[in-house]
Nanobody, 126 residues
Framework: EVQLQASGGGLVQAGGSLRLSCAAS????????LGWFRQAPGKEREGVSCIRSSDGTTYYADSVKGRFTISSDNAKNTVYLRMNSLKPEDTAVYYC???????????????????WGQGTLVTVSS
């Protein structure tokens, strides 16, 4: 059974940094699409960043390019999202996701991911 456990959220001031972690179990990162998504109140879930575990190919939403960095540690079965220069509009529940079909890592669209973690709340104060 695939399980994803996200952690690392919290309250931070604008301009600050956080690192989210997502520990996976039930599968290995041989060649998977891994991603971080977020959902703010009243808004649809959006793809923030995705990565293909086998070759490190990444996708970033325009809103986070240059500020966020996704990485995966295949030995630890963990995917990270380093978030710098945080803005109040980054406030959301962040979810990690995975799928064995690596197509999902290309465009980072939620319907392409079959396994989801429980979410971790990131709040950025102004």
């Amino acid at each position: 059974e695939v399980q994803l456990q996200a952690s690392g959220g919290g309250l931070v001031q604008a301009g600050g940094s956080l690192r989210l972690s997502c520990a996976a179990s039930g599968f290995t990162f041989d060649d998977y699409a891994l991603g971080w998504f977020r959902q703010a109140p009243g808004k649809e879930r959006e793809g923030v960043s995705c990565i293909r575990s086998s070759d490190g190919t990444t996708y970033y939403a325009d809103s986070v390019k240059g500020r966020f960095t996704i990485s995966s540690d295949n030995a630890k079965n963990t995917v990270y999202l380093r978030m710098n220069s945080l803005k109040p509009e980054d406030t959301a529940v962040y979810y990690c996701a995975a799928d064995s079909n690596t197509y999902g890592s290309r465009w980072c669209l939620a319907p392409d991911f079959g396994s989801w973690g429980q979410g971790t709340l990131v709040t950025v104060s102004s």
